[in-house]
């Protein structure tokens, strides 16, 4: 049961690494953004291509791949979703298009098959006299560092306050002078880093493919309407609940997992439509 414990933990972070990034674009762009699991994606090849193809060390691969698929996130968000406007069919074709270019790149350059990434750590350990892997420890522990750093960077640095004022009101935070346009291209940037961060986690774990990023948008979208759209707390108590759900169902349910996860956030809706920590919104009329 230990090491159910641990796989739970292991992928209950990771998925707030990616609930995270997606509530981070939700709440300052107010649309949900179709493509970050195929983000997710494109960060896991590119650090395949650095670490096993130009033969980086594993920190400085994961650290190039954050920075090259971040950088196109914000490019996106700047040159496509930005000149939008906030409209949401427009976005929503122009999201869907983005994931499928996406997906074909990686059909294209690497191939449909199934591929491996390296851990972190190889090896294993024991705690509490059972036998623990060290990948599956790594992966939780830098999961574990950067939540903590995204968190303490929206409550206490600057930019971090734009973002949550822009997110609470991008009308009142653009008149107090705050770049709002700036703080959207920083905030996609940032949500696709923690996209990109779980992929290659999630994937060393598991597997990688070019497909893999549709699950991950799944489970994402799941995540955050479970915890309530634009709550990053609600975000990280959903992917709990999620994670734990996706651990246990897998080794006592076996590939019908999903229906567990699926399941359950039907339940929590039922009684809470908004979410676990989400709020009602009323639209406000025009005259």
Not at 3 to 26: M, Q, R
Not at 162 to 188: F, K, P
Not at 192 to 220: F, K, R
């Amino acid at each position: 049961m230990f090491d159910i414990f641990i796989f739970w933990i292991t992928l209950s972070l990771n998925y707030v690494l990616l609930a995270t990034g997606l509530t981070l674009t939700v709440s300052v762009m107010r649309v949900v953004n179709l493509a970050h699991g195929n983000f997710y994606m494109a960060g896991a090849y590119a650090f395949l291509v650095f670490s096993e193809r130009a033969g980086l060390p594993y920190g400085l691969a994961l650290l190039l791949s954050v920075l090259l698929v971040g950088a196109l996130g914000m490019l996106v968000e700047a040159k496509l979703y930005r000149r939008l406007g906030g409209r949401i069919e427009p976005s929503i074709i122009c999201m869907s298009g983005m994931l499928l270019v996406l997906e074909g790149l990686a059909v294209l350059l690497f191939g449909p098959d199934i591929r491996g990434l390296p851990a972190m750590l190889k090896g294993t350990t024991t705690i509490g006299g059972t036998v623990v892997s060290m990948e599956r420890l790594s992966v939780a522990a830098l999961a574990l560092v950067v939540i903590a750093g995204l968190f303490c960077f929206l409550k206490y640095s600057r930019l971090g306050r734009s973002i949550r004022a822009t997110a609470q009101d991008r009308e009142a935070a653009s008149l107090m002078g705050v770049n709002v346009n700036l703080i959207s291209s920083l905030s996609m940037g940032i949500g696709t880093a923690m996209a990109v961060i779980a992929g290659i986690q999630i994937t060393a774990v598991y597997h990688l493919s070019p497909y893999v990023g549709i699950s991950a948008l799944c489970t994402s979208i799941l995540i955050i309407t479970m915890g309530g759209m634009g709550s990053i707390v609600g975000a990280f108590i959903a992917a709990f609940i999620i994670g734990l759900s996706d651990s246990f169902g897998a080794s006592f349910i076996g590939r019908y997992h999903h229906l567990l996860s699926f399941g359950t956030v039907m339940i929590i809706l039922l009684f809470k439509p908004t979410g676990l920590l989400g709020t009602t919104v009323e639209a406000k009329g025009k005259g």
